[in-house]
């Protein structure tokens, strides 16, 4: 309709069209930008509060008149008193035990079993698929209860090996890996196949290299599960050097509520190693959610 | 398999394929289908049988490939089947029952179901979650729409922007919720702060963030925040999948942008709307961490304002040790989630359709 009206103005009525165009444009890129910051503000400034408060001492955490992000004097002793003021160590030993151990589990035993749902044949494979995805919506707070009782039966309570069995075999995982390998060309494995490569070969050379994306979106998912999980370890580790950062954090929190410095430099420590995980991965992690069919 | 010799070999392989040819002319002659079915599945498995014999291993080829297929799936499967698929099946058992964890079991029929309803914590967790729900899910949704829209377009700096939307979703409950508690917190807090010295919002007006009516929203807040870069992924993941000639054909035809969105982007996007709805009511109702931060007192208890249904599953079980009614509650937050996801698929199904 525009561009009617413009010829119909001449050479003119063009150039004035496109000009407004064009505002319209950049109008449009800047009206964008402003949004982008703000949203990257409210995303960003509850991290930058983080940080800022944790080399604070607690008089100035709350201080406002004036606000400063960097204290004059920061607190570096936060960031040393954490260590001693409860077994942090300790925690962080724990975590990462537990973590290491349920994501390396989750990440070979899904795409082994994944490989066979989506590249072979065998008897019975429906039924089995079957028993996964009707698990898939089923919330774990509803089986939480019978599956404590089973592991307290089993010895278990209270042992981190608790923990490592209830994370490391999710059907979600299966789910999200079979879904990429069913994106990879069957022609691949048969080629495979012909040449005389056995199955386990098949999957440990052509396979794993090819999912790259998918193993590193599940790897962020279960890290980041495991490292920020709360009912679980609640409910499971009951003594003080069994705990995970997040229930000793917790702990911590309910103890020194108004130690606020404090409490921001253990809950700054607890997010690094997240961090780093996801930074490393993400350049995967669009593409893996695309790829594994997570979009649904 | 006993070990057999040449002579013995062949007329069981005789009496095989006598029983075969039987078997084949009978299909012929058979009408009804589902017995005709039948009899071709027995046909396959004497094939086998004559393979077998005439190969003389101990496994057929069949055999042989379902091995290898299980022990691909088995490492998984033991462990999903020990500590996921028994536990469900006990939980189910469960809520028909009373027991305490240690005296004996005893049948309780559907009186734990019956007691639920003049349970007024009972009620009150449930209005909460479902509350939590209603508020939650519509929001985060269209939060993490809008946000995948934006940074899907080319701009400067978008991988920063959406490595920053997704801080929140992997940064841990306990570290960012303390901070909020202080961001918001009722008297000392810079949010209130602000209302106070710039809104001048009188002192004893100022919103109580974590008591009270106030909480939900600071929970549906919260989880709409901690959230959305998450599902921003998935619908990001979702736009990219749209061929870009429909928005070239729509632009031709002189479509607004937000034509486009309604007419283009909204209906292509319908599967990944399913999953995302379907996934955040699910995420929804599991609600715990959130309420236990935000809400709880300092003794770790919620009180009826702020109480969940987990929370409520949690409290029975491993404070009262009451573990058939917890269960009865397990199987009420189950039931939800159920229908929401059997909603979701009705309606997506029919739009499919259309």
């Keep these: ?296 | 398999m006993p070990k057999m010799d040449e002579a013995q070999k062949t007329a069981r392989i005789d009496s095989l394929q006598e029983e075969l040819t039987g078997l084949i002319t009978a299909v012929r002659t058979e009408t009804d289908s589902k017995k005709r079915r039948k009899m071709i599945a027995q046909i396959g498995a004497y094939n086998r049988k004559i393979d077998t014999i005439k190969s003389g291993k101990m496994l057929s080829r069949e055999a042989k490939r379902d091995l290898v297929a299980y022990s691909f799936i088995a490492p998984n499967f033991i462990g999903f089947c020990v500590f996921t698929l028994i536990p469900i099946v006990f939980a189910f058992a469960l809520a028909f029952m009373n027991w305490d964890g240690s005296n004996p079991v005893q049948w309780a029929g559907l009186s734990n179901f019956i007691k639920l309803k003049d349970d007024v914590f009972f009620v009150a967790a449930l209005k909460n979650t479902i509350l939590y729900c209603v508020g939650t899910v519509p929001l985060t949704m269209a939060a993490s729409l809008a946000l995948a829209i934006v940074l899907n377009q080319k701009v400067k700096g978008r991988g920063i922007f959406r490595t920053l939307s997704f801080f929140p979703y992997v940064a841990s409950l306990v570290a960012i919720t303390s901070v909020w508690k202080m961001l918001f917190h009722p008297s000392k807090g810079p949010i209130n702060n602000l209302l106070y010295t710039v809104f001048h919002v009188p002192q004893d007006k100022l919103p109580q963030w974590f008591t009270g009516g106030l909480v939900l929203l600071s929970m549906i807040l919260f989880s709409i925040w901690k959230y959305m870069g998450y599902y921003m992924v998935i619908y990001l993941a979702g736009l990219q999948g749209i061929p870009g000639e429909l928005y070239e054909a729509a632009s031709l035809d002189g479509a607004t942008t937000w034509q486009k969105f309604r007419y283009v982007t909204w209906p292509q996007l319908s599967s990944t709307t399913f999953f995302v709805v379907v996934m955040l009511t699910i995420n929804c109702f599991k609600v715990y961490d959130v309420a236990i931060m935000l809400a709880a007192g300092g003794n770790g208890t919620l009180t009826e304002s702020s109480t969940v249904l987990v929370y409520y599953i949690y409290q029975k079980a491993f404070i009262d040790w009451n573990l058939g009614y917890s269960s009865a509650v397990a199987m009420v937050l189950f039931l939800l989630v159920l229908l929401v996801t059997i909603i979701q698929f009705r309606g997506q199904a029919k739009r499919d359709r259309v």
Aim: glycine residues 6%; positive net charge.
């Design chain 1, 1 to 296: 309709m525009d561009a009617c009206a413009a010829d119909a103005g001449g050479e003119k009525g063009v150039i004035a069209y496109m000009k407004s165009a064009h505002k319209k444009a950049v109008l449009g890129k800047t009206a964008v930008y402003i949004i982008l910051i703000l949203i990257a503000l409210v995303m960003v400034v509850p991290f930058l509060w983080m940080l800022s408060a944790s080399i604070k001492s607690d008089r100035e955490v709350f201080q406002m008149n004036p606000f400063v992000w960097i204290p004059e004097n920061p607190k570096w002793s936060n960031y040393s008193d954490i260590w001693t003021k409860i077994p942090f160590g300790r925690f962080v030993l724990n975590t990462v035990y537990l973590t290491l151990v349920v994501t390396f589990l989750q990440l070979l035993t899904s795409s082994f079993a994944a490989y066979s749902f989506a590249k072979l044949h065998f008897r019975h494979k429906n039924t089995l698929f079957l028993a996964y995805i009707a698990t898939i919506a089923m919330p774990w707070q509803v089986y939480m209860v019978p599956q404590f009782i089973m592991m307290r039966k089993m010895g278990l309570n209270d042992k981190l090996l608790a923990m490592i069995c209830l994370q490391a075999f999710s059907a979600f995982g299966v789910f999200m890996m079979k879904q990429f390998y069913e994106g990879i060309p069957d022609d691949l494995c048969e080629a495979a196949r012909i040449d005389g490569m056995s199955e386990y070969r098949i999957y440990a050379n052509i396979m794993l290299p090819l999912s790259k994306p998918a193993l590193s979106t599940l790897t962020i998912f279960t890290f980041v599960n495991t490292w920020n999980d709360y009912l679980g370890p609640l409910i499971y580790l009951k003594s003080q050097e069994k705990k995970t950062i997040q229930l000793g954090l917790k702990m911590f929190i309910s103890q020194y509520s108004s130690d606020y410095g404090l409490i921001m430099a253990g809950s700054v420590l607890s997010l690094i190693p997240v961090l780093i995980v996801f930074l490393t991965l993400q350049k995967y992690f669009v593409e893996g959610v695309a790829a594994t069919g997570l979009k649904g």
